[in-house]
C-alpha cells in the first residue's frame, strides 16, 4: 500500500499512509450478499437487536492519537457512510487538523447510491485533495434492485447522476461490483451502462470500475457445473477457482434461503434470473 500511494520510504512509517475506518453500521438496504455484520437495515428485517454506532467523539479521540504526517487515504466503510452527519464530521476534523490535506489527501466514501450529499458538506469536500466515491453497484434494472433490496435503480441512478453534475470538481467515482452467483452470468449489463451513462465525472477523469468476489452463500463457490461449464465459454476472465467442485449441499441450502426471503420480500428468483435459475434445474 505505501508503495501504491508513492511513500518514501515505503517501511517503518511514523503513522500509516492508510486507514480504513469503519464505526457506524447504520444502513438502508438489506442486499442479498451483505448481512448482520455490515447492515443494521438486515438486523431490523430479521427482527434482530439493532448494533449502536460508536460516537464521532470517541472516532476523532482515536484519531488524535495517531501520527497522521504520512496519511495519503483514508476509507469510511460501512454500513452506509453518507446516512446522517457521523462521517462528515470526522471528515471535517480531519479536514482541520491535517494542515496540507488538500494536497495530499483522498478521502473515500464507500456507499450504495441511495443517499445525496447536502451541500452545506461541500466545504468539507474542499478540504481535501480528492474525496471518492465507491458506489456498489452490482446489475441494472430489475436484477439490481433483487440485489440491493429495497433501492430502486431510477432512484439510485438519478441519484449518482445528480451528484456527478453538482459536486464540488474534486470529486471522483468508483463503481464497486460484488461478483456472486446471482450476477456472474450478467457483468456485461452494468458494464455497458457505465459506458453509455456514466463514463467520467463532469471534468472528464474516468469512473473507476472494479469487481470483487462475494464470500459466503452466494460466492461463486456455489456454482453448478453447468454454470461452471457456460462460465468458461463466455467469460474472458474466470472467476471460479481451478479446485471448485460442485457441492449439492450447498447448492440446496442456497437455494433454500432463496426461497425464503424471496417469500419475505415478495421475488421472484426464476423471472429476475431467468438464465441463472437454468443453470440449477437439476437442484429445483
Not at 496540507?100 to 478521502?107: I, P, S
Request: hydrophobic share 35%; glycine share 4%.
Amino acid at each position: 500500500m505505501n508503495d501504491s500511494l508513492k511513500i518514501q520510504p515505503a517501511r517503518n512509517l511514523a503513522g500509516p499512509a492508510r486507514i480504513d475506518l469503519m464505526f457506524d453500521i447504520g444502513c438502508n438496504l438489506a442486499c442479498r450478499t451483505c448481512g448482520t455484520d455490515n447492515s443494521t437495515f438486515w438486523q431490523k428485517y430479521l427482527q434482530q437487536p439493532v448494533t449502536p454506532s460508536h460516537s464521532k467523539e470517541k472516532v476523532i479521540s482515536a484519531l488524535s492519537q495517531l501520527d497522521l504526517s504520512n496519511l495519503r487515504m483514508l476509507v469510511f466503510c460501512g454500513g452506509e457512510t453518507l446516512l446522517g452527519q457521523q462521517y462528515w464530521d470526522v471528515a471535517e476534523w480531519l479536514g482541520d487538523h491535517i494542515p496540507d490535506a488538500k494536497q495530499r489527501v483522498t478521502l473515500c466514501f464507500q456507499t450504495n447510491g441511495t443517499q445525496t450529499i447536502h451541500p452545506r458538506n461541500y466545504s468539507i469536500i474542499n478540504k481535501f485533495f480528492l474525496v471518492k466515491l465507491h458506489i456498489s453497484l452490482d446489475g441494472v434494472g430489475s436484477r439490481f434492485e433483487y440485489l440491493r433490496w429495497p433501492a430502486s435503480w431510477s432512484q439510485v441512478t438519478d441519484n449518482i447522476l445528480a451528484l456527478r453534475d453538482n459536486l464540488p470538481s474534486n470529486v471522483m467515482f468508483l463503481v464497486e461490483e460484488t461478483i456472486s452467483v446471482l450476477n456472474l452470468r450478467y457483468q456485461t449489463e452494468l458494464e455497458s451502462w457505465l459506458g453509455k451513462n456514466f463514463a467520467t465525472n463532469r471534468e472528464g477523469d474516468t469512473v473507476n470500475h472494479t469487481r470483487h468476489l462475494a464470500r459466503g452463500l452466494f460466492s461463486v463457490e456455489s456454482c453448478s457445473q453447468e454454470y461452471v461449464d457456460w462460465a468458461s465459454k463466455h467469460l474472458s476472465k474466470n472467476m471460479i477457482s481451478p479446485t471448485w467442485q460442485e457441492s449439492p449441499a450447498r447448492i440446496q441450502e442456497m437455494l433454500a434461503e432463496i426461497k425464503q426471503h424471496d417469500r419475505m420480500r415478495h421475488q421472484q428468483f426464476e423471472s429476475v434470473f431467468a438464465e441463472v435459475a437454468d443453470f440449477y434445474g437439476r437442484f429445483m
